[in-house]
């Protein structure tokens, strides 16, 4: 029994530095993960100058607020078009695209600050346009991760991306903040162009192998539907996506707002902001660097709510702290718990996505979440404009402590949680002649013989049946009962082509199959349920 709790402790410990450790041993995920550290370093250097040269620009509170908007209304708006994009163009290509866009913004804006040129609205439109290169990339990495790691290590390599991005708040804000009070703000312009193009670099050297299938590629439309009906027919994303566009909204009142912190509440300027900045970045690396232990002691259910309300009470601790070092404090509180709440989200977004799809499907996640901060620091701006800063913070710290309250019942993690390990299907199908792929639509009948005492349980299964179909693809389900064969039930799903259903066994999983045997065992007979697969067929005009 000792020898047995010394292995258990010791493999737990092992399990530990295993998960913190192992996704870095993986030489792809590292040089593409500090290809995205850097990337996140530029893209706060330049909300750091942004907002910093706004303040200077206008004395507008919603002004100063409206440049996070301007910053996060691009993956709102663009969140589907660049999710379809990266999972139907070459990843890689698409992904270096994207930074060559981010470093031609910083080169534009670079120009622009050195000529005196810029105002107020043109700092607001380069901050969108900027915006736009963040909206495209951010889809196609979040698709790369999982596929760079087993499934085992995803939660550690999403703890790895969040180590990225808040090492990037403390240190894209001491960069910015020390080239705006050394040399100017065009400076930080130029060295996010150049960092941009060396991520760029570091992306053309990543040898990207990817999956190349004899089936046409999806229509840009077609693949954007798919997504959208893919999120509509899982419950567990819709939990995570109004969870996260709600704790955007709230979090976005400190977010947003910190330069007017900053330069009003407490006096100071561009270092007192970099400071509170960084404070939230470094209190962000240290929590992740405790989450596999946190997660040893609570699951994502109640990790997520719990981090939510101490967030909000940890912003109205910085508005109302004292002074600047326990509002400092205050701020890495705050980044922990921040962190911990997003990193968990994401982690939930991710399990419930299948690769296919996962582009898509986490650009809609990322849609909501900018979407939030975007909405949140809009409203919380103006509110500050009729108010003051404290009662904004204070406004959106309630607002999330009272959503706990009403969003505590969608579930994250546990219960029906799906296997998304693609397997091959049994009922592939073997027409008799060629099919043209663009043939359509095709309507699929499944007919099961089920007994009249299984009847209640069979149409609960047919009910997850029909939202699994529905995200491989299918346009349209339903079910129908013989009206002269009691006990005759008839499964009818509808693919736009050929082709699409064929793409439907690429995206089969374990969940997929699980469904299938539940959907069999309750089949009368010997022989399995009769599939019948019917294509559309044209009829040509004769005079």
């Known amino acids: 029994m000792v020898k047995s709790m010394i292995f258990n402790r010791s493999s737990l410990t092992i399990s530990r530095e295993e998960a913190w450790w192992a996704p870095m041993r993986n030489r792809v995920f590292a040089m593409l993960w500090l290809a995205w550290m850097t990337s996140n370093i530029c893209m706060w250097m330049n909300d750091v100058a942004a907002s910093w040269m706004m303040t200077s620009l206008s004395s507008s509170p919603t002004l100063i607020a409206l440049i996070q908007t301007a910053s996060n209304l691009p993956v709102?708006?663009?969140?589907?078009?660049?999710?379809?994009?990266?999972?139907?163009?070459?990843?890689?290509?698409?992904?270096?695209?994207?930074?060559?866009?981010?470093?031609?913004?910083?080169?534009?804006?670079?120009?622009?600050?050195?000529?005196?040129?810029?105002n107020a609205p043109l700092l607001l439109f380069l901050t969108f346009t900027n915006g736009i290169g963040l909206a495209m990339r951010w889809p196609v990495f979040a698709a790369i991760v999982p596929d760079l790691v087993v499934r085992e290590q995803l939660p550690s390599a999403l703890a790895l991306n969040g180590v990225a991005m808040n090492a990037s708040r403390i240190i894209g804000p001491l960069i910015a903040g020390a080239l705006i009070a050394s040399a100017g703000t065009e400076y930080v312009f130029a060295l996010n162009m150049v960092l941009s193009l060396g991520c760029t670099v570091l992306i053309w050297r990543w040898k990207y192998t990817s999956n190349v299938s004899p089936l046409p590629g999806e229509r840009f439309l077609g693949a954007i539907r798919v997504g959208i009906q893919y999120v509509?027919?899982?419950?567990?994303?819709?939990?995570?996506?109004?969870?996260?566009?709600?704790?955007?909204?709230?979090?976005?009142?400190?977010?947003?707002?910190?330069?007017?912190?900053?330069?009003?509440?407490?006096?100071?300027?561009?270092?007192t902001f970099t400071i509170l900045l960084s404070c939230l970045g470094f209190g962000a690396i240290i929590a992740a660097s405790q989450l596999p232990r946190i997660r040893h002691s609570f699951d994502r259910n109640q990790l997520v709510p719990l981090s939510q309300i101490l967030q909000a009470?940890?912003?109205?601790?910085?508005?109302?702290?004292?002074?600047?070092?326990?509002?400092?404090?205050?701020?890495?509180f705050s980044g922990g718990f921040w962190i911990l709440t997003a990193n968990s989200l994401s982690i939930s977004a991710q399990l419930a996505l299948p690769s296919w799809i996962r582009a898509r499907g986490m650009s809609i996640f990322q849609m909501s979440?900018?979407?939030?901060?975007?909405?949140?620091?809009?409203?919380?701006?103006?509110?500050?404009?009729?108010?003051?800063?404290?009662?904004?913070?204070?406004?959106?710290?309630?607002?999330?402590?009272?959503?706990?309250?009403?969003t505590k019942h969608l579930k994250i993690e546990g219960g029906l949680e799906e296997d998304m390990t693609p397997v091959c299907p049994v009922e592939h199908p073997i027409p008799d002649r060629d099919i043209d792929l663009q043939a359509g639509p095709v309507m699929i009948s499944v007919e099961y013989k089920i007994a009249e005492v299984f009847?209640?349980?069979?149409?609960?299964?047919?009910?997850?049946?029909?939202?699994?179909?529905?995200?491989?693809?299918?346009?349209s389900w339903s079910m129908f009962e013989d009206a002269e064969k009691a006990g005759m039930m008839v499964e009818n799903f509808v693919f736009e082509t050929w082709a699409d259903y064929l793409r439907r066994f690429d995206r089969f999983t374990t969940n997929d199959l699980n469904l299938q045997e539940e959907r069999f065992k309750y089949h009368e007979g010997t022989e399995p349920p009769k599939i019948i697969r019917r294509v559309a067929t044209s009829f040509s005009e004769h005079n």
């Open 313 to 332: 009470l940890t912003s109205i601790g910085v508005v109302l702290a004292p002074s600047l070092w326990m509002a400092s404090i205050m701020m890495m």
């Open 455 to 475: 009847l209640p349980a069979f149409k609960e299964v047919m009910q997850r049946s029909r939202d699994a179909r529905l995200r491989q693809g299918a346009m």
């Open 369 to 406: 979440l900018m979407g939030g901060s975007a909405i949140g620091a809009a409203i919380f701006g103006t509110i500050t404009s009729y108010s003051s800063v404290t009662f904004s913070v204070i406004c959106g710290s309630v607002f999330g402590i009272i959503a706990v309250l009403f």
């Open 76 to 118: 709102f708006l663009l969140g589907l078009p660049s999710g379809a994009f990266a999972d139907i163009l070459n990843r890689k290509k698409y992904f270096i695209a994207t930074q060559l866009w981010i470093a031609f913004n910083a080169a534009v804006l670079c120009f622009m600050t050195f000529t005196n040129s810029l």
């Open 232 to 271: 509509k027919s899982s419950a567990r994303m819709k939990a995570v996506l109004l969870r996260v566009f709600i704790f955007f909204v709230q979090s976005s009142a400190l977010m947003a707002l910190l330069p007017v912190i900053a330069k009003d509440h407490f006096n100071g300027d561009a270092r």
